[in-house]
């Protein structure tokens, strides 16, 4: 059974950090790329940082870059994102998501694996 398994959200303060893992089962990342999302009630999911696991080509949308770092671990099969300087606006749900290797950050129609999503709640 394909599956993408996030875990390490959670409740932090401002300028706080939090390290999101995205564990896959049933399928080797090498030959994808995986992406985080983060959405929140009623918007559409917003592409926050995508790897190319093989190459390790990183993207980040323009409100991450220098705050958020996308990495992977080859032999764990899974991928990290580690979130330093959160901001209130960062509160949300963040998902995993694989999707053919692609340029840039993914889209949600490229996505063909999701993962069930884990609440990231910046506040004091």
């Known amino acids: 059974q394909v599956r993408l398994v996030e875990s390490g959200g959670g409740l932090v303060q401002p300028g706080g950090s939090l390290r999101l893992s995205c564990a896959a089962s049933?399928?080797?990342?090498?030959?994808?790329?995986i992406g985080w999302f983060r959405q929140l009630p009623g918007k559409e999911r917003e592409g926050v940082s995508c790897?190319?696991?093989?190459?390790?080509?990183?993207y980040y949308t323009d409100s991450v870059k220098g705050r958020f770092t996308i990495s992977r671990d080859n032999l764990k099969n899974t991928v990290y994102l580690q979130m330093n300087y959160l901001k209130t606006e960062d509160t949300a749900v963040y998902y995993c998501?694989?999707?053919?290797?692609?340029?840039?950050?993914?889209?949600?129609?490229?996505?063909?694996?999701w993962g069930q999503g884990t609440q990231v709640t910046v506040s004091s």
């Open positions: 790897i190319s696991v093989s190459e390790g080509t990183t």
């Open positions: 049933g399928f080797t990342l090498d030959y994808y790329a």
């Open positions: 998501a694989a999707a053919s290797p692609t340029l840039g950050l993914l889209v949600a129609s490229e996505v063909s694996t």
